[in-house]
């Protein structure tokens, strides 16, 4: 596995679509029962993972929490851009055999330089502008989303190239992530916070609200109850699970897993498992894990 991607070589992969990797015989492909790695700072990506699971339940998988660098949506482009690639290279040379980046923080600040350097398929994910589009009556969409991921160039070009004729209120959520984590949902902090980040949507009478960070749908039911009724919210757990699942299909790694999870944190498991614990609802023994 480490080799195959040292060599560049892809097992017939077209998703990524650069012609600089030869195509690996059908032996070398043999990767199916290799795990597929998930990553986010923290414990959002596992609301990915959970409908990763559901819809590929032959597959084993290890999920990462970057815990010690929690939140990414603080920091800048070029430290996001350097960690992604390390912890991918450093997924990939542990075995796996494709790559979720549940962090839409991450995506933005990364995506590309992660698929430049690796080669296993990797699907990365960003906020639900154009199924929003899609699903307005009001015309008017908002998205919560972190600071880092609100400021990018790809966000920038998402709101350009599909809601150019919808009014789009984006809203930075700062703090919200870590608080999730820390005080968990249903906290006093939780509540203030989106008192704040909600109310702006509710006063525009968006219809649709995208959650653009993976964290937010642990606290999908607290914003809903701040919109008014019949609006949607939309998060992107399910796309994800579909595009991995073709990526899969398209390579010839689909199943050869038992639903085997593992997961790991680059920061002190004993202050994660309790927070797992309550956002997943699984006792899940949680390793120690440098990426390097
Ligand atoms: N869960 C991450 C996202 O989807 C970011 C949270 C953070 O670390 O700021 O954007």
Not at 33 to 44: N, Q, R, T, Y
Not at 201 to 213: R, S, W
Request: neutral net charge; glycine residues 8%.
């Amino acid at each position: 596995m480490v080799g195959l991607a040292r060599m560049g070589i892809r097992c017939g992969l077209s998703a990524d679509n650069d012609n600089n990797h030869a195509i690996a015989p059908f032996w070398m492909c043999r990767m199916t029962s290799h795990p597929i790695a998930v990553f986010d700072s923290g414990l959002g990506g596992l609301t990915v993972l959970r409908a990763l699971r559901e819809r590929l339940p032959q597959e084993d998988f290890f999920y990462f929490a970057d815990t010690r660098f929690l939140p990414y949506g603080d920091r800048t482009e070029v430290f996001l851009r350097e960690r992604g690639v390390l912890i991918a290279e450093a997924l990939v040379k542990r075995g796996a055999k494709a790559l979720v980046i549940a962090c839409n923080t991450a995506t933005a600040a990364a995506a590309e330089a992660i698929r430049a350097a690796i080669a296993v398929p990797v699907v990365a994910l960003e906020p639900g502008v154009k199924p929003a589009v899609a699903l307005t009556s009001s015309g008017v969409i908002g998205v919560l989303a972190t600071t880092r991921t609100l400021a990018s160039e790809r966000f920038q070009r998402l709101v350009g190239n599909h809601a150019n004729h919808h009014r789009v209120i984006a809203q930075a959520c700062p703090g919200l992530a870590e608080a999730i984590e820390a005080e968990g949902p249903d906290s006093a902090q939780v509540a203030t916070l989106l008192d704040t980040f909600v109310a702006p949507m509710a006063a525009a009478a968006a219809d649709v609200v995208v959650l653009g960070c993976t964290h937010y749908p642990w606290v999908a039911a607290a914003i809903a109850r701040r919109m008014p009724p019949g609006t949607t919210l939309l998060d992107t757990g399910e796309p994800v699970a579909r595009q991995l699942e073709r990526l899969l299909a398209a390579g010839n790694l689909l199943g050869g897993g038992t639903g085997r999870l593992t997961v790991a944190t680059s920061g002190a498991p004993a202050s994660v498992v309790a927070t797992v614990d309550r956002l997943f609802g699984e006792k899940l023994k949680i390793e120690h894990w440098e990426p390097r």
